[in-house]
């Protein structure tokens, strides 16, 4: 579907504007209210998108039944104002990335992306196969939430850089937009991680307050314009292999739905969780192209020395969230183990099998 054309039909437009709506639960007596706070700005290419997409898909499956009022980034709350909106119950669900909490608990992180952690699809076997779910349901019952998995974006890529990055060491006195351990683990290189969210990226690279940033993949980064102030686009990235976004909802709010609500909302989670990373594998390669045709972008690969160097740094950062907490060293020791099964297999088969594709194809 034309990006021009998504954004003038339905997809939008069962979404309520802001300031028409009040916070309380419910509008009538046969109607659920869900009031839906994003960390994306309206209409954000990819991200703010598919946020919108799931808040209409929800009203959309209930036939109404659920009224769904979706607020971007900065309409109600600021984008990292959310968690402590949903959870205070003044709004009943986010769309976000649950990383963006690591300050409250470490713990968060597992449930978006993690250095050298697994990808959307080992992500996926183990949330809905593997126990993170139970996981996800008692780091977030902790703070008065439950969550979903509703969006991935796929493994991202290293980020966007004003110099050459050759060693590890390029990374001393580096000021990054990089959130999530991901951070943490440039933090230990020598780097100053900084974390913003998407709509202060841009500003805060051209005046020069950062000098480089991550942000997720071609087709998403194609609109950020980080072309006109770094041209050196790094990947792949450790910071963020793959894994998902959130639909945290406030768990008392939650607990009250009827069977055939949460079904509803489930659903059409687990919908745009599958849409919005097939959506980006789609136009990934397609924005690649036109980020280096049209923008003269110079694509790079981090070197075996900078991912060593990766590497050393994210054991530092494993050990130190393992001391957080019992629950911490929980949530990391299972998905570590299951990393090692479902990665373990994914090395034979379909890892072995693409690269002996590529080679064949002469691709990459």
Same mark, same amino acid.
């Given at each position: 579907m034309?990006r021009?054309k998504f954004?003038?039909?339905?997809?939008?437009?069962?979404?309520? *504007?802001?300031?028409?709506?009040?916070?309380a639960?419910?509008i009538?007596?046969?109607?659920t %209210?869900l009031?839906?706070?994003? *960390?994306? @700005?309206?209409?954000?290419?990819g991200?703010?998108?598919?946020?919108?997409?799931?808040a209409?898909?929800?009203?959309?499956?209930?036939e109404?039944?659920?009224?769904?009022?979706?607020f971007?980034?900065?309409?109600?709350v600021?984008a990292?104002?959310?968690?402590?909106?949903?959870?205070?119950g003044n709004?009943?669900?986010?769309?976000?990335?649950?990383?963006?909490?690591?300050?409250?608990?470490?713990?968060?992180?597992?449930?978006?992306s993690? @250095?050298?952690?697994m990808t959307?699809w080992? $992500?996926?076997? $183990?949330?809905k196969?593997?126990?993170g779910?139970?996981? $996800?349901d008692?780091?977030?019952?902790e703070y008065?939430?439950?969550?979903? @998995?509703?969006g991935? *974006?796929g493994?991202?890529?290293?980020?966007?850089?004003n110099?050459?990055i050759?060693?590890?060491?390029d990374?001393?006195?580096?000021?990054m937009?990089?959130?999530?351990?991901?951070?943490?683990?440039?933090?230990?290189?020598?780097?100053?991680?900084v974390?913003?969210?998407?709509?202060?990226?841009?500003?805060?690279?051209?005046?020069?307050?950062?000098?480089a940033t991550?942000w997720v993949? @071609?087709?998403?980064d194609?609109?950020?314009?980080?072309?006109?102030?770094a041209k050196?686009?790094?990947?792949?990235?450790?910071h963020?292999p793959g894994?998902g976004?959130?639909?945290?909802?406030?768990? %008392? $709010?939650?607990?009250a739905?009827s069977?055939?609500?949460?079904?509803?909302?489930?659903?059409?989670?687990?919908?745009?969780h599958?849409?919005?990373?097939?959506?980006?594998?789609a136009?990934?390669?397609?924005?690649?192209?036109?980020?280096?045709e049209?923008?003269g972008?110079q694509?790079?690969?981090?070197?075996?020395?900078?991912?060593?160097?990766?590497?050393?740094?994210?054991?530092?950062?494993?050990?130190? *969230?393992?001391?957080?907490?019992?629950?911490a060293?929980?949530?990391?020791?299972?998905?570590?183990?299951?990393?090692?099964?479902?990665g373990?297999?994914?090395a034979?088969g379909?890892?072995?099998?693409?690269?002996?594709?590529?080679?064949?194809?002469?691709?990459g």
């Open positions: 034309e021009r954004l003038t039909t339905g997809a939008l437009g069962a979404v309520a *504007t802001a300031g028409t709506i009040t916070s639960p419910a009538a007596a046969d109607v %209210e009031n839906i706070v994003s *960390t994306w @700005p309206r209409d954000f290419p991200l703010g998108l598919s946020a919108q997409r799931l209409a898909r929800i009203e959309e499956l209930s109404g039944k659920i009224k769904v009022n979706y971007a980034a900065g309409e109600k600021g990292f104002d959310s968690f402590d909106e949903v959870a205070s709004s009943q669900a986010y769309i976000a990335a649950d990383y963006y909490w690591k300050g409250k608990h470490p713990g968060f992180a597992y449930f978006t993690v @250095p050298f952690g959307n080992e $992500w996926n076997a $183990w949330i196969f593997g126990g779910q139970a996981l $996800w008692e780091m977030s019952g008065g939430l439950k969550a979903l @998995p509703c991935a *974006t493994t991202q890529m290293g980020g966007w850089f110099k050459e050759e060693s590890g060491d990374f001393k006195g580096l000021k937009r990089m959130p999530g351990l991901g951070g943490d683990v440039i933090a230990k290189m020598g780097a100053s991680p974390s913003l969210p998407g709509s202060q990226i841009y500003e805060n690279l051209v005046s020069g307050s950062i000098d991550e993949g @071609p087709y998403n194609y609109f950020m314009k980080f072309y006109e102030a050196f686009y790094y990947g792949a990235g450790m963020e894994g976004l959130a639909f945290g909802m406030n768990a %008392e $709010w939650w607990s739905r069977t055939w609500e949460q079904a509803i909302i489930t659903a059409a989670c687990m919908e745009e599958s849409a919005q990373a097939d959506e980006a594998l136009n990934n390669g397609i924005y690649l192209s036109k980020l280096v049209e923008h972008v694509v790079r690969v981090f070197n075996d020395d900078v991912y060593d160097a990766f590497g050393v740094a994210a054991e530092e950062v494993f050990e130190e *969230t393992r001391d957080h907490s019992p629950l060293a929980k949530i990391n020791d299972q998905f570590q183990l299951k990393l090692r099964e479902i373990g297999y994914q034979i379909d890892i072995a099998y693409t690269n002996q594709r590529n080679r064949v194809l002469g691709l």
